[in-house]
């Protein structure tokens, strides 16, 4: 987005979490009337301060619209895993700051932030992440209960034994 000739450049740097260097963000032209950009980042913050700082480099601004913060359980991951396909090298995840990259509605349709009503968030279908499409059905809500479109629309696990090279899912009950 240029403003008078300046170039918003975002530079966001959490030491030792997350780290984004240079990230420019073009309108549609040179006088472009509107264009955003929002980032999310679920972070492990402990007791103590939480402190902030934007600092524009030299010939660029910097703006920040709002910032929401959100209590979250302590152990949303688990603490290490071991990365899909690699070797054995594990991954320490306890204490890291994560970018969301993706919010995946499970079944249903895209839905675009004018359809998310409360955080005007973008929600992705997973069927292009699925590795087969036999490993649910749709289920939809026929309640007389409204819900919100993110929420209306499901899939369930089907095919409970499907095994391919890099995808397995076994279910027992």
Known sequence: MYADDLRLILDINIPGEIVHKNLVLLG??????ASSLVKEFMLPI???KLIL???????SFGFVNAIEIVSGVDKLFKESVTR?????LELGLSGRGIE??????????KLGPSRDLALYRTWETDSSYMVTENAGDEVKNSSNITYAL???????L????IC??????NIFS
């Open 28 to 33: 549609s032209g040179h006088n472009a009337t």
């Open 46 to 48: 402990g007791p103590g």
């Open 53 to 59: 700082s934007y600092i524009p480099e030299k010939g």
């Open 84 to 88: 899909v396909g690699g070797n054995e």
């Open 100 to 109: 969301t990259m993706h919010r995946l509605k499970v079944g249903g349709p």
């Open 150 to 156: 993110y929420w209306r629309i499901s899939s369930i």
């Open 158 to 161: 089907t095919n409970l034994h």
């Open 164 to 169: 391919i090279k890099s995808f397995c899912v």
